[in-house]
């Protein structure tokens, strides 16, 4: 997906300034999908109101300068459904903390446990706030659907990471009594 269809689909749930939209992809609705920045988002913003597909209205604030809220426009709505229509990419995992693992014989096996407890623990508090969620009524059908699978696949991971945990600290153990030897 690209950084005008993100903005477009932000913009179909409401009007929101261009740090709104920024605060959807870091920790909104949005935020584990993808990441778009302040550099990308404002250039497809202004792109987007050029060509009509977006609205702009100058909000006054006190003491700063006046702030653009953006709205999609009909024109932009029929070009958001018409990229959600395209067939999507496959998904792509990127993971510091998977590639970190895929090395763990060569980390200390407390290091290694430590990892694993604290994405253990991260993941539980993300279940914690996406269960918590009183917004089953409030979000559209296909979001609450996404919600649902977000909330299975993160459990099913931090059941994983729990079931094999010291799994791998045994083999990691086992590695350092062998290079050791």
């Known amino acids: 997906m690209d950084v005008r269809t993100l903005c477009l689909g932000v913009l179909s749930r ?24 302040f550099g ?10 050029t060509e ?13 300068p006046d702030k653009k809220i953006y ?13 959600l229509m395209a067939t999507p990419a496959p998904d792509a995992m990127r993971s510091d903390f998977l590639f970190i693992l ?3 014989q060569y980390l ?5 446990d430590q990892l694993i407890g604290e994405r253990i623990a991260w993941y539980r508090e993300m ?11 409030t979000i559209p059908p296909g979001a609450n659907f996404v919600r649902g699978m977000g909330i299975a696949v993160y459990r099913a991971a931090a059941d994983y990471l729990e079931s094999h945990r010291e799994e791998l600290l045994a083999q990691i153990g086992e590695a350092d009594l062998q290079v050791a030897e």
């Open 52 to 64: 009509g597909l977006v609205v702009v209205r100058a909000q006054a604030q006190d003491k700063r």
């Open 40 to 49: 990308s988002i404002y250039p497809a913003l202004n792109a987007l109101s």
């Open 71 to 83: 709205s999609i426009a009909p024109k932009g709505r029929n070009v958001l459904v018409t990229a």
């Open 102 to 104: 895929s090395f763990a």
């Open 127 to 137: 279940l914690t706030r996406m269960e918590g969620c009183a917004c089953g009524a």
């Open 14 to 37: 409401g009007e929101a300034s261009g740090y709104e939209i920024k605060k959807a992809f870091e920790e909104g609705p949005f935020s584990h999908f993808y990441q778009a920045s």
């Open 108 to 112: 200390p096996p407390d290091r290694v």
